[in-house]
């Protein structure tokens, strides 16, 4: 038996799929209208609070033009602020760098209510000063995000959530040359590859422990303990080549 479609049918087809698939990339992505990526000064998450700080000193009127940053991190925490509705605003918390940033930015280009939890993204956003229940204060814009697909950021510290072997090569077999105390933090050099090790997927990170010492050791149980008891969320691109 032979089915014949026509055209219509086929161009409708199409467009409900294209319609789909933007909608499944958008979820990993989002930036504001006229979005212009190279005004922002790439900062560590761990430097969002000094900045701020930096800023009230010199008078939040003064600074706040061209305070624009991107910064790669972890999030921990994405909730609306449920006492005071009427302030679109959401309580956002970050991790990176071994330090942790919250408090509550402005939606702009907002994240997914279903985004899981330390989801690696890297954000895009601008403070504006502006006068708040009498005072001056500086009001932080999400102005784009996107989720990228590293496990572990390069030149940011991780927390230990067990003791953790250090190994001369990235295998369960490689040399223990040292060992990563529970809570100490360790500075990652470089990434691996993805492995997946008790049941966890994640990867191989070469570390730098605060003694000195150089070596391998699995990524899965070097976080704040969190990412592992969620899947992961991918980018697009690589969500399209999992399918």
């Known amino acids: ?30 930036f504001v209208d006229g979005f212009d990526k190279s005004k922002y000064e790439p900062i560590w998450i761990s ?26 991190g972890h999030l921990v925490l994405n909730e609306y602020d449920k006492d005071d509705p009427d302030i679109q605003m ?30 690696s993204v890297e954000i895009y956003y601008s403070f504006v000063a502006n006068r708040f229940r009498g005072e001056d204060v500086l009001i932080c814009y999400i102005d784009g995000w996107r989720v990228v697909d590293d496990v572990r950021f390069v030149n940011h510290k991780y927390v230990a959530t067990d003791n953790l072997r250090i190994r001369s090569t990235p295998s369960l077999d490689a040399e223990k040359i040292g060992l990563l105390k529970k809570k100490e933090k360790a500075t990652v050099i470089e990434v691996g590859e993805d492995v997946t090790i008790d049941g966890i997927e994640s990867t191989w990170v070469k570390v730098l422990t605060k003694d000195g010492a150089k070596g391998w050791c699995f990524a899965g149980y070097l976080t704040d303990g969190t990412e592992y008891r969620v899947p992961l969320w ?5 969500a399209e080549k999992t399918k």
């Open 90 to 119: 959401r309580n956002l918390r970050f991790f990176g760098d071994g330090e942790y940033c919250f408090g509550f930015w402005a939606d702009g280009k907002s994240f997914p209510d279903d985004m899981p939890l330390f989801t």
């Open 234 to 238: 991918k980018s697009a691109e690589k």
């Open 47 to 72: 430097s969002i609070e000094r900045i701020e700080n930096e800023a009230y000193k010199a008078g939040v009127y003064e600074s706040a033009p061209g305070m624009a940053f991107k910064s790669q």
């Open 1 to 30: 038996m032979v089915f014949r479609i026509s055209r219509k049918k086929i161009f409708f087809v199409l467009m409900l799929f294209c319609l789909l698939t933007a909608e499944a990339q958008s979820a990993r992505s989002g």
